[in-house]
C-alpha cells in the first residue's frame, strides 16, 4: 500500500493564481481531511469528508475548495491564492470502522504565495 | 470557542529519563483523545488514543492519561530515545455528528545525549 500520496510536494504560486492540491489514498478508508500547519504552530482543519459526495467545512475553509467524487481521491482547491494561503498542507484519511481515531497523514505539501 | 492546548512548548530531557507531555482541553463533549508524534518535515503519525470513559491507557512505551475533572490530557513517554525527538500534538474527536478533529499547538522534544 501506497497510503496517502500528496502532489506536489512543494508549490509556489502568484497571488490570484488558483491550483489543486492532490491527495489519494489506497487503504479504502471512508474519512479523509485537509489540514494546513503554519509554522510553529498545531494543524487547522480546512475540510473533511465522510465518504463520497460528502465533504463538510472545518475550522478554516474560506478561499479553499473540496469535492470527492470517488473514496480514493480528496482534492483541495485555491480558488485564488493569497500570501495568507502560505503553508504546509496535509491530507490525512482514516477509517470510520475505528472512528476516525487514527488518521494516517501525506507527507505534505509546501506551499509558498507571493 | 473549543479548543486544545499545550502547556509547554519545549520540553528537554536527558535519554533514558521518563518524558511527560501535557496538554489541555475544554471540549467536554469529546469522545477520544488522541496523541500524535511529527518529525521534522513529514506529517503527523499517530501514536495512542484514549476514550473518553477510560482514564489511563498504555502502550510501547506510552502511557496516556486523561483527567476530565480538570480536562487535562497527558503523554508519558518511558525511556526516552534520541529517536522520540519530535513535536508531540494532542487531539480530540467528537462522534456526535460531525467527526471534526481538534489539534493543539503541539510540544516540542528535545532529548539530550
Known sequence: NAGVTQTPKFQV???????T???AQDMNHEYMSWYRQDPGMGLRLIHYSVGAGITDQGEVPNGYNVSRSTTEDFPLRLL??????TSVYFCAS???G???REQFFGPGTRLTVL | GESVGLHLPTLSVQEGDNSIINCAYSNSASDYFIWYKQESGKGP?????IRSNMDKRQGQRVTVLLNKTVKHLSLQIAATQPGD????????????GTYK???GTGTRLKVLA
Open chain 2, 85 to 96: 525527538s519530535a513535536v508531540y500534538f494532542c487531539a480530540e474527536i467528537s462522534l456526535s
Open chain 1, 80 to 85: 485564488s491564492a493569497a500570501p495568507s494561503q
Open chain 1, 13 to 19: 504560486l502568484k497571488t490570484g493564481q488558483s491550483m
Open chain 2, 45 to 49: 503519525q499517530f501514536i495512542i488514543d
Open chain 2, 101 to 103: 478533529y481538534i489539534f
Open chain 1, 98 to 100: 475505528t472512528l476516525g
Open chain 1, 21 to 23: 492540491l492532490q491527495c
Open chain 1, 94 to 96: 482514516s477509517s470510520l
